[in-house]
């Protein structure tokens, strides 16, 4: 058990519905790991455990070598895992820079400390020109990099991105894609769920395929994505 | 403190310091009848600031400040009638029991998920059992009433008795105080963290945020300085029935003000105060010096002025009235 996050037997269920079962997988620091699959096969699901939105029925969740399963969403943020969410949810009313000062507060003291880690972080993400603009009015690209911002913000070790790339244009993905190897090559590391088969070959250096809350496949991208049941269940729908 | 005074632009300051200048000198021109109009006006101020701290800031709506109004009112009161404890040392022990009934409240709502109408419908029930307990509780008077002792040519400061004048810069300092409390702990980390947990408190969990604990702290402070209000209406009125100080009509009366004025913002609960309370008051000589003067007549005109600007300026007017004084923050 040497890696940044390791899941181990993980099962969650809703009612009869199995929505993740019995999934174990390690994250190793500095990598970039992808957990695909289609729609409903429990991503979400089981990043909500990792994130602590969600309790997992059996199983432990590991992070830095410490059991994180079973803590608050907060506790979890605290301890270094960031997170973003797939329905983007800035704080609507306030400006961008304050959005991202807010996520800097977890670990400055004062307010102008935090604007200066904000701003710093918004340079990163091209929002720089937008910090005095009111949330509700980015456009969702801008609101996409936002939840990245914010997230970045708290100083993760370990980066959960929820469909970050869904509804974007292409080159939309090609930027966000440019910003995640760059902060990646710094050092974080990152978890991502995606649809998006683009950015996940152009990151990921291991793959985790989920159906019906199973695990089907793991691995590089090249060994993954060449398998027959990955390509039956997944790749073969979505590359229409 | 002073970082936030250097961001008022500079006609901002002018206007601080001139309304400040008329508030301070109001007692020295106007009469005793106007003069009390302008208590009023602070007192409702003063209360808007506690109960906005809870609502336009962290996002959570009471219906039932009374609660912590007329505890803050009974608590100081009782100790001064038995046991010749005097205001300014009551008044602490009047903020320790109305902010341990907010964490109660606070703690049975949010511990348990009770969020949105539903928490406002805990606040309402808690300010009626309430009523309904001290309805029957002999130390201080039940439903009779309790009564401080009236001497209209005192000057006891100490004991808070004595004339408007009083009462006035009493009210003028506690408006103040609130005021620029509310505008530190807006530019606070806590302050932050408040508007994030309005925002979305699943995002706000997300960042590492405790929302429980942070909403706890918002309804304390909103609380002990509510009851700092009900001592002043304790001392001020100098008679409390539970069926007045912990009625609904006092929960609605003090939100109205930030409302109006404008939620969340530090100026909306002083705008909202300076507009509601003449137009009571005037209303009320209105209806009597024209007849009009049928129970529940004046309810309906102020209802009909209410439901008029609140269409005209949804978000409050100091929002809009700062927009046009070119107040509003300049965009660095």
Not at chain 2, 224 to 248: E, K, W
Not at chain 2, 297 to 305: D, L, T
């Amino acid at each position: 058990m040497s890696g940044l996050l390791s899941v181990n037997g993980v099962n969650k269920r809703f009612r009869g519905l199995a929505a993740v079962s019995d999934v174990s997988f390690e994250v190793q620091p500095g990598e970039i790991f992808a957990v695909i699959g289609p729609n409903g096969a429990g991503k979400t699901t089981l990043f909500n455990m990792i994130a602590g939105a969600m309790v997992a029925d059996s199983g432990t969740i590991h992070f830095d070598g410490r059991p994180i399963d079973g803590l608050r969403a907060d506790e979890i943020a605290q301890r270094g895992i960031g997170r973003t969410f797939q329905i983007v949810k800035p704080f609507p009313a306030l400006s961008v820079e304050e959005n991202v000062v807010i996520g800097a507060l977890l670990h400055t003291a004062t307010i102008d400390e935090a604007r200066m880690v904000a701003r710093d972080i918004l340079q990163q993400l091209d929002l720089s020109a937008k910090r005095n603009q009111i949330a509700a009015s980015l456009t969702l690209p801008d609101r996409k990099r936002l939840e990245v911002a914010r997230a970045l913000a708290t100083k993760p070790k370990l980066l959960l991105l929820d469909e970050v790339m869904a509804g974007l244009r292409p080159t939309e993905t090609d930027r966000i894609v440019a910003i995640l190897k760059d902060l990646n090559r710094t050092g974080l590391t990152i978890l991502l769920i995606e649809h998006v088969m683009r950015a996940v070959t152009a990151l990921a250096s291991r793959i985790l395929v989920l159906q019906h809350g199973a695990v089907i496949a793991e691995g590089t991208p090249e060994t993954v994505l060449r398998e027959r049941a990955v390509i039956e269940s997944y790749l073969g729908v979505e590359e229409l | 403190m002073t970082a936030l005074w250097n961001e008022i632009p500079r006609h901002g300051k002018w206007l601080t310091a001139l309304l400040l200048l008329v508030f301070i000198a109001a007692p020295l021109v106007v009469d005793r009848y106007l003069l009390s109009v302008l208590v009023l006006v602070l007192y409702f101020a003063y209360l808007g600031q506690a109960w906005n701290l809870l609502m336009g800031f962290a996002g959570q709506l009471s219906l039932g400040h009374a609660l912590y109004l007329g505890l803050g009112a009974y608590t100081a009161t009782t100790l001064w009638l038995l046991f010749g404890i005097g205001p300014w040392i009551g008044v602490f022990v009047a903020i320790a029991v109305a902010a341990a009934a907010g964490l109660i409240v606070g703690w049975l709502g949010w511990r348990f998920g009770v969020e949105g109408v539903y928490f406002a419908l805990l606040t309402i029930a808690f300010a009626e059992f309430t009523r309904i307990g001290f309805d029957h509780l002999g130390l201080t008077g039940a439903s009779g009433g309790l009564f401080l002792p009236v001497s209209p040519t005192a000057h006891d400061w100490w004991n808070l008795n004595g004339g408007v004048h009083l009462f006035y810069y009493v009210a003028l300092i506690l408006a103040i105080a609130a005021t620029l409390l509310a505008a530190w702990l807006r530019q606070s980390p806590l302050g932050y963290r408040w508007l994030a947990v309005r925002e979305d408190p699943e995002a706000a969990q997300a960042v590492g945020i405790n929302v429980f604990r942070v909403r706890m702290i918002a309804m304390l402070i909103s609380a002990g300085m509510t009851a700092v209000g009900g001592v002043f209406y304790g001392f001020y009125y100098r008679n409390l029935f539970p069926s007045q100080i912990f009625d609904i009509s006092r929960s609605i009366e003090l939100i109205l003000g930030p409302i109006i004025g404008g939620l969340g913002t530090i100026f909306g609960p002083i705008v909202g105060a300076i507009i509601l309370t003449p137009v009571g008051e005037s209303l009320t000589t209105f209806m009597q010096s024209s007849g009009l003067n049928v129970p529940g007549a004046k309810s309906i005109f102020y209802g009909i002025i209410l439901m008029i600007i609140i269409s005209l300026r949804p978000s409050g007017v100091w929002p809009w009235l700062a927009k046009h004084l070119r107040l509003d923050r300049p965009k660095s």
